[in-house]
């Protein structure tokens, strides 16, 4: 059985880069053969689970598990007061006295959400151990919670974190440019308040841990569907009081991340420390109840926000005040947070630009990296209000923004919190997406609707992503830390027999790496991607890698794939050298092709099973100062710069981004929103693969189609998440979504070796244009949208509140 | 629990153990049969990542406990392809990249099966429909619906291997 090389015709020109090649890896995902962490066995294992708080705020007063431990069978028992003894606190990246904030692998001394771990146990089977989980008996005194982040704000609301002054646990202001004078000048002035909801991408796969420990080497190997290993080691060997070298990172294949599975390190931890505590490996595999109460819940933000505009439609100036709501631990905020910087004003030239942002806990669930973090928020925030100046001035929504692009000839574009946009056409995109979507004839069309009683909108909205990350963003929040800029490694080997192998530290979790590794490789060496053989998942001792190792922030295209580059060209410079040796002719009339290196002209040539025997192997013909064998390993480091002194700076490396057009239709009975037609552009720079890019960019127009329309994390007053299985919490199914139109344009990046940019997260554009369309339709009936989740209860209310509505009632129409 | 001895045909092969009655098929099939390609994805049966087929039917293996299956041919994804070849199906979902983690995608693909043994020629609307109960997170979906209909549009459906589908009646 072998994947089948793409047809002839699909070839143009012998190069692999930018071609439709169908995956590697689908071979063994379609038949079943693919080895994802649960999939992992190991002799002696055992199987942990999780005892959780039913409270959303409360006192553990103890826990008792002696009648669990009496069963045959079960092994061991771990709680929060051993917690804190065995291991030291999570590091946070807020400032004092906030850094005080504890956070541990399980609850200690109080839960402070539904959900939170407080104890594991475990036994010789998964259905033992849930027995045994529910023999442990927890004693709760239950506290006020606080799930209302204003109410967290207040000086006399309930504490999440005792030992803190106040739950406002971060705060800071962002002034660019001279917004006073912006909107003292401005002539219209529009304030929005907007919600922008909780959310999670929740893939498939739930979050699944192994870990094994050896305890006369001090050792651990952890197995684990975890995005960022190489974060993740350094951090979880500060708790566990290990030598990160001293642990092992394995990650098979990923079921899905989106960014999810950053944040599940408490779990790493708590794996790691029952593997000690009892001397056999342990397996802990996450209920879908369990991820959607206690992973990680996406970015939920309140924005009081108002935009400055002219007359003319040019946008003056925007200030918004921004509260986080971040549930009951920090972790890996306030990036999130502070991630608008990035888009911090999207596709336009706003050069005033005020955010006020707070970080708040509270009694919920942790929030963290989910698929467009923090970046689509605050395209959000930019979009609904131009949306909102462009219904006051009366002006159509596209014309306003075409009037505020940075245009294609004023690419590079520093905006004005000093990132530099690199390169693109965004009123060439516009014009394409209103092209294809025949925007005056759906204009006609909704008119025409809407003369016949439906209620139907058209809404157009722009998504920015910013990739990979600057590391020294986390210097904006504290200065002193040592921390910037990015980097990835790659490894080829060819071995004596021509077999080549390449490893890299990006972690896949679908995006098909191991393709797109094989077509750059083979672009370099003259092969094929068959030839070439892409070490799958992600393993510390086998595999090339950075401190930054990991796939998060779009990273892949730039940093993965100029780490293959660089590592390809690098093997490629030393089999021409070695070619040139061997046929003593010059370097420079040595070509690469079919397997072969060729004299220029000639018919003389070597395999390149021949040249890495020799280089492996007949050592005396190489030259002294040549190094044995063919092996390479490349670091790549885009050229980042720390950060200005006043919070401005690059943050990312190339800016990729996308432009919505939606037609909607809601239904008067119901509220409920058909979305009619989405056409969605997007730009990537040049693309690796087309056919994995497009891919990529229907999973975000599910991802963010699906929280437009039907997922919403919610929790009742007393801290209960109400949407805590698929029952409930509604993941989208083939049948409730439109079919997607896609176009693409292809600007390639000026800052990046291949012109890539990052592509898989979206930026946003389909979720923001679901709102303006129905923010569109109801402007009619005088409704208006001010939630990123378009609840059919709240537009059916908005729909009977208006008075033009009740007319049409009362006269039958 | 007292245990019971219980044995399962699946792919055509069979299976004996022990096991507490209440052990859900797809556990069995994960950890005795060690068949690990059918996946779980949720706890309320909702994801279809565990969907199997039993008398040539799909159904969801986390809905019934593994003795209920007794007695009944089960086929799982490994059972699909034949003598090394994928089945056309599978060459479908290769072809239009109809998967990216791999995680769904046996689901579908026993979904696809039974689709298109019922309805050989469904339009896009009734495949939708029809894998409505499989979850998918990371393609939209499209590209599913896409390799679905190329399948059953390529004229090298063959053998779509399932035993016919019998009505509720008849079961």
């Known amino acids: 059985m072998t994947t089948e090389k793409a047809p002839a015709q699909e070839r143009q020109g012998k190069k692999w880069v930018g071609q439709p090649v169908r995956r590697k890896e689908d071979l063994r995902f379609l038949t079943g053969h693919g080895n994802y962490t649960d999939d992992v066995t190991l002799p002696g294992m055992l199987h942990a689970v999780f005892i959780r708080s039913p409270y959303a705020h409360a006192r553990i007063v103890g826990i008792n598990a002696s009648k669990a431990l009496e069963m045959d069978g079960v092994f061991a028992v771990l709680t929060g007061e051993e917690v804190k003894e065995m291991t030291d606190p999570f590091d946070e990246s807020i400032r004092a006295p906030f850094d005080q904030l504890r956070d541990y692998c399980l609850a200690v ?334 204009k006609r069309e909704c008119d025409e609707a809407r003369k016949q009683g439906c209620i139907m909108g058209i809404g157009v909205g722009m998504g920015m992503d910013g990739c990979p990350i600057n590391a020294a963003l986390i210097r904006v929040i504290d200065p002193k830390r040592q921390t910037s800029g990015d980097s990835e490694a790659a490894s080829i080997r060819i071995d004596e027999t021509g077999g080549i192998l390449v490893t890299t530290g990006s972690v896949p979790q679908g995006q098909g790496f191991e393709t797109t590794c094989a077509q750059i490789v083979a672009d370099e060496l003259g092969i094929t991607p068959d030839d070439i053989r892409v070490a799958p998942g992600f393993d510390s001792a086998t595999h090339a890698y950075t401190a930054f190792s990991g796939t998060y922030a779009s990273r892949f295209a730039i940093v993965g794939a100029g780490a293959v580059y660089g590592a390809g060209r690098q093997i490629r410079d030393k089999i021409v050298k070695i070619a040139a040796l061997l046929m003593e002719v010059a370097e420079d009339d040595i070509e690469l092709a079919d397997g072969q290196a060729r004299v220029r002209g000639t018919n003389r040539s070597m395999t390149l099973r021949e040249i890495a025997h020799v280089a492996w192997r007949d050592l005396a013909r190489l030259p002294e100062d040549l190094e044995a064998g063919l092996y390479t390993h490349y670091v790549y480091r885009p050229k980042f710069d720390m950060p200005e002194a006043n919070k401005r700076g690059n943050f990312s490396f190339t800016y990729s981004y996308g432009i919505t057009l939606a037609l909607v239709e809601i239904d008067a009975g119901t509220g409920k929103v058909k979305v009619h037609r989405l056409v969605v552009m997007d730009d990537f720079g040049r693309r690796l693969n087309p056919l994995i890019v497009e891919g990529q960019i229907h999973g975000a127009i599910g991802h963010q189609l699906g929280a437009a329309l039907y997922e919403n994390l919610y929790y009742d007053d007393e801290g209960q998440l109400l949407s805590s299985t698929f029952k409930d919490y509604w993941a989208p199914t083939a049948a409730d979504f439109p079919e997607f139109e896609v176009e693409y344009l292809e600007t390639p990046s000026i800052a990046t070796p291949l012109g890539t940019r990052g592509g898989g997260e979206g930026g946003g554009s389909p979720l923001i244009a679901a709102s303006n369309a129905v923010d569109n339709a109801l402007a009619p009936f005088g409704g208006h949208i001010t939630d990123s989740f378009l609840a059919p209860e709240r537009i059916l209310k908005q729909l009977q509140q208006s008075s033009d509505h009740q007319t049409e009632i009362e006269s039958g129409g | 629990m007292p245990k019971r001895q219980v044995t399962l045909r699946i792919n055509d092969e069979s299976y004996t153990a022990e096991i507490e009655p209440r052990m859900l098929l797809v556990d069995f099939i994960r950890t005795l049969a060690k068949l690990t390609g059918t996946h779980v994805g949720c706890d309320t049966s909702n994801c279809g990542a565990c969907t199997v087929h039993l008398d040539g039917r799909s159904i969801k293996s986390c809905t019934i406990f593994a003795p209920q299956a007794e007695g009944h041919e089960i086929r799982t994804i490994e059972g699909v392809a034949k003598n090394g070849e994928l089945h056309p199906l599978q060459q479908a979902f290769h072809e239009h990249h109809g998967l990216q983690c791999g995680y769904c995608t046996p689901g579908m693909i026993m979904s696809g099966l039974q689709l298109l043994s019922r309805n050989p020629t469904p339009t896009r609307a009734e495949i939708r429909a029809d894998i409505s109960g499989n979850i998918c997170r990371c393609t939209g979906y499209q590209n599913i619906v896409e390799s679905i209909e190329a399948a059953s549009k390529s004229g090298k459906a063959g053998d779509w291997g399932q035993a016919p589908w019998k009505g509720p009646s008849e079961t």
């Open chain 1, 109 to 442: 001394d109080t839960a402070k959400h539904a959900g939170e771990a407080v104890a594991a146990i475990v036994a010789e089977t998964p259905y033992l151990a849930a027995d045994a989980a529910e023999l442990v008996d927890v004693e709760y005194e239950p506290l006020p919670a606080v799930t209302n982040v204003e109410k967290a704000m207040e000086p006399d609301s309930p504490k999440v974190h005792s030992n803190l002054p106040s739950n406002v646990v971060w705060n800071d202001v962002f002034d660019y440019g001279d917004v006073e004078s912006a909107f003292r000048d401005a002539d219209v002035v529009v304030k929005e308040r907007l919600h922008f909801h909780r959310f999670t991408s929740a893939p498939l796969e739930n979050t699944v841990v192994i870990a094994s420990y050896e305890p006369i080497s001090d050792t651990a190997t952890v197995w684990s569907n975890n995005q960022r290993p190489m974060l993740n080691i350094p951090f979880i060997s500060k708790p566990l009081r290990m030598p990160s070298e001293n642990i092992r990172f394995i990650c098979p294949d990923i079921g899905g991340g989106f960014g999810i599975k950053n944040n599940s390190y408490p779990y790493l931890v708590a794996a790691v420390l029952l593997a000690k505590k009892t001397g056999r490996p342990v397996k802990w595999v996450e209920t879908r109840s369990e991820h959607l109460e206690a992973s990680t819940h996406g970015n939920e933000v309140l924005y009081d926000g108002e935009i400055a505009l002219s007359s003319d439609g040019t946008v003056l100036g925007v200030r918004a005040r921004a509260v986080h709501d971040e549930g009951s631990y920090m972790r890996r905020e306030p990036i999130g947070a502070i991630n608008f910087i990035r888009h911090a004003t999207v596709g336009y030239k706003i050069r005033n630009l005020k955010m006020d942002i707070s970080t708040v806990v509270t009694n919920k669930a942790v929030v963290g990296p989910n698929r467009s973090y923090g970046k689509m928020q605050q395209c959000y925030l930019i979009e609904r209000l131009i949306d909102c100046g462009a219904r006051q001035l009366g002006m159509d929504p596209v014309e306003l923004r075409m009037k505020n692009f940075v245009q294609p000839d004023e690419m590079p574009y520093e905006n004005v919190s000093g990132c530099r946009l690199d390169g693109g056409d965004y009123p060439g995109m516009m014009r394409r997406a209103m092209e294809t979507f025949d925007y005056e004839g759906a």
